[in-house]
Nanobody, 128 residues
Framework: QVQLVESGGGLVQAGGSLRLSCAASGRTFSIYAMGWFRQAPGKEREFVSTISGSDSSTASSTYYADSVKGRFTISRDNAKNTVYLQMTNLKPEDTAVYYC?????????????????WGQGTQVTVSS
C-alpha cells in the first residue's frame, strides 16, 4: 500500500509563495507519474500539475493547468520519494485543499482516473 503525505500548506498573502511537498512510501516511486490537484470550497476537484515518471533513459516531463502556468513549478526528487509544488505569485483564487496523487502509469496525465493513490490534502489559503 502506498501512502502519500502532503505538507507545506498554510496562509499567505496574495503575491506570496509556498512550497508543497508530498512524501511517498514504496520502493518504485521513480517510475510513476505524480500529480497535484486542488479543491476549492463548493467546487469540484481540479487538476493543477503533473510530472511523469522517469527511467534510466528518459528524464521527467511536466504539464500544468493554464490557470497556474508560469506561476507554479512541479519537481520530484526520486532519491527522497518526494514530489514538490513550488507556488509563486499566489492569488486568492488559488485557495483550496491541495492533493498529491500517484499515477498508475509512467506517463503524466491530467485525468483523475489515471491516479490510484491520493494523499489527505493540505490547505492553502491566500488572502487578498
Amino acid at each position: 500500500q502506498v501512502q502519500l503525505v502532503e505538507s507545506g500548506g498554510g496562509l499567505v498573502q496574495a503575491g506570496g509563495s509556498l512550497r508543497l511537498s508530498c512524501a511517498a512510501s514504496g520502493r518504485t516511486f521513480s517510475i510513476y507519474a505524480m500529480g497535484w490537484f486542488r479543491q476549492a470550497p463548493g467546487k469540484e476537484r481540479e487538476f493543477v500539475s503533473t510530472i511523469s515518471g522517469s527511467d534510466s533513459s528518459t528524464a521527467s516531463s511536466t504539464y500544468y493547468a493554464d490557470s497556474v502556468k508560469g506561476r507554479f513549478t512541479i519537481s520530484r526528487d526520486n532519491a527522497k520519494n518526494t514530489v514538490y509544488l513550488q507556488m509563486t505569485n499566489l492569488k486568492p483564487e488559488d485557495t483550496a485543499v491541495y492533493y498529491c496523487a500517484r499515477s498508475k502509469y509512467l506517463s503524466y496525465s491530467s485525468r483523475e482516473y489515471a491516479y490510484n493513490y491520493w494523499g489527505q490534502g493540505t490547505q492553502v489559503t491566500v488572502s487578498s
